[in-house]
C-alpha cells in the first residue's frame, strides 16, 4: 500500500513540474511578443506605386518613452528641434521622422505632401517640417571636437512672439477632411499640408517633420506613460491624380 501511495505522489509531481515548466514557456512567449512589438516601431511599410514612386518612413530620434510624450507648446519646437526632441528636464517631448521619397523614372515628378495622424481620445497632435543641420560641440569628456547632427525650423520662438508671424502656415494639426475617401487637397486639408509642389527624381528626396502632442493648458496627465498616443500617415500625390501613403508611430 505504502508503494502504491508513494507511486501516486510521483505522478502527482510530475505533473505539477510539467504544468509549472509550461507556464513559464507561455509566460516567456508572451513577454517575448510584447517585447518585439514595443522594438518594432523603428522602420514603416511603404507602398510601391504603379507611378514609381517609393516612399518610405523612418523614426530618426531613438527616445526612451517609457513615460510617454510631455505634451509641448507650439513656441517650443524651435528649441526641441535643435536638442533632439529633449526638454530641459531631459524628458522627450516630441519625435522626428525622416521621409524618403524617390521615382524610378528619369522625367521629374512633382507632387503635394500630407500628413494625417489618429490620436487616442483627448488629445491633439501638431506637426512642422525641420531641416539636418551639423554642428561642432566639444565632448564633454575628451574635450575633443566632435560634429553632431540638429535639425533647425523655418521659424524662431522671436518669430512667433511677432503679431504679423502667420503659425498656420508652418505648423498643422494633421486634421483632413474625410482622408480615407479620397484624394487630399491644398485647399480642404490645409491643416495637414506638409509640402506643396516638391520636385522629386530619381536621386530621391528626403524630408524630415517633427511630431508633438499640443499642450492645450488643461490637465493631460491621463497620456503619462502612454507609448502610442498617435499614429500617422503620410501621403504624397502627384498632378495626375496619383497617390502613394506610408503610416508611422
Known amino acids: 500500500m505504502k508503494r502504491k501511495d508513494t507511486n501516486i505522489d510521483k505522478k502527482f509531481f510530475y505533473i505539477f513540474i510539467t504544468c509549472l515548466t509550461l507556464s513559464f514557456v507561455i509566460m516567456g512567449a508572451t513577454f517575448a511578443f510584447f517585447t518585439a512589438r514595443a522594438n518594432d516601431n523603428e522602420s ?132 483632413a477632411v474625410n482622408a480615407e475617401n479620397r484624394l487630399l487637397n491644398k485647399v480642404d486639408d490645409y491643416n495637414s499640408l506638409f509640402v506643396e509642389n516638391q520636385k522629386v527624381n530619381n536621386t530621391g528626396t528626403d524630408f524630415y517633420v517633427m511630431m508633438w502632442i499640443w499642450d492645450d493648458n488643461k490637465n493631460q496627465d491621463f497620456i503619462q506613460g502612454s507609448e502610442l498616443v498617435y499614429t500617422g500617415t503620410v501621403v504624397f500625390n502627384t498632378a495626375d491624380g496619383n497617390q502613394i501613403k506610408a503610416t508611422f508611430d
Open 44 to 175: 514603416v511599410v511603404g507602398n510601391t506605386s504603379a507611378i514609381g514612386l517609393t516612399l518610405s518612413v523612418t523614426k530618426v530620434t531613438s527616445l526612451d518613452l517609457t513615460y510617454g510624450l510631455v505634451p509641448m507648446k507650439n513656441n517650443q519646437a524651435p528649441y526641441a528641434a535643435e536638442q533632439l526632441c529633449h526638454d530641459d528636464f531631459n524628458r522627450i517631448g516630441c519625435q522626428i521622422y525622416k521621409i524618403s521619397l524617390s521615382t524610378n523614372v528619369d522625367e521629374d515628378v512633382f507632387v503635394d505632401g500630407f500628413i494625417t495622424t489618429d490620436v487616442i481620445s483627448g488629445i491633439e497632435t501638431r506637426f512642422t517640417r525641420v531641416y539636418p543641420k551639423d554642428v561642432e560641440v566639444t565632448d564633454e569628456d575628451t574635450g575633443e571636437t566632435v560634429t553632431e547632427q540638429i535639425f533647425t525650423t523655418d521659424y524662431t520662438k522671436n518669430d512667433m512672439s511677432d503679431e504679423e508671424f502667420d503659425e498656420d502656415e508652418y505648423i498643422k494639426t494633421g486634421n
